[in-house]
């Protein structure tokens, strides 16, 4: 199905192959095949698209329902509660995608990253915004910003981090693997990284709680609480608070 302007299925009705729109596709029914928009997409509640969804207009797109394949938007995108898309989510729009549903593949986005409590991803998740990204769900791949990063009380990451802000990022929760920031870290008193952890920041990273492996700072760390697994280093002219920090490091201080 072709249409010159905007798509509007309605709830019950069914295209049998692919709809392509030259403007924004409203879907509230099912699409037996990919569904395409010169601008926006909005899939309702109890919508099922077989196939791949492509949006290229720069507004947002919108996902409540089940995707078959891939989804594709040139701007940011929204997957509601209770949506699934059995592929990847690639949203090239600076803004903020939000994943409030389950993505089963990677995630690729142009801004910033909102993992909600409810929302997960399969894979490996990017983000280029250089502004913070926040994982309130579950990653069980990696996870690449290009800004700071919070990771919520409830947030797990079972692959490698990597934030490449000069901000602070924020560890409430838990990390499966590595950490490596271009800033400053807080590891929260529930806070746990699964393996190292590195950051290039010249202030104060503040760690209460747990680093499995070696803690490589480039400025101050304060260790009040909880345990450093491997070793510490950071440089000589940088401080070790407080005096008894030494006793939470399993290896050695340097």
Known sequence: LVTGDYADLESGSTVKGNLTATSYANIEGTVEGDATSGSYVTTGDNSTITGSVKAAGTARTWIHGEVGKDVWAAGPVTTHYNSEVHGDVVAAGTGTTTIYGA????????????????????????????????????????????????????????????????????????????????????????????????SSGSGTDNIYGNISGNLSAGGNVNLPAGRVGGNLTQPPSKLLTPGDAKARVVGNVT
Do not use: C, E, H
């Not at 994982?135 to 990771?151: C, F, K, Q």
């Not at 590595?178 to 990284?193: C, F, R």
């Open 103 to 198: 993505v089963r593949g990677d995630l690729s986005v142009g801004g910033p990253v909102s993992i909600d409590y409810s929302g997960s991803v399969s894979g490996d998740v990017t983000a280029a915004g250089t502004t913070s990204s926040a994982v309130y769900g579950r990653i069980t791949g990696s996870l690449a910003v290009a800004g700071t990063l919070s990771v919520d009380y409830n947030g797990t990451v079972s692959g490698p981090v990597t934030a490449a802000g000069t901000g602070t990022t924020s560890v409430f929760g838990r990390l499966g693997g590595s950490l490596k920031v271009a800033g400053t870290v807080t590891i929260d008193y529930n806070g746990t990284v699964g393996s190292d952890l590195a």
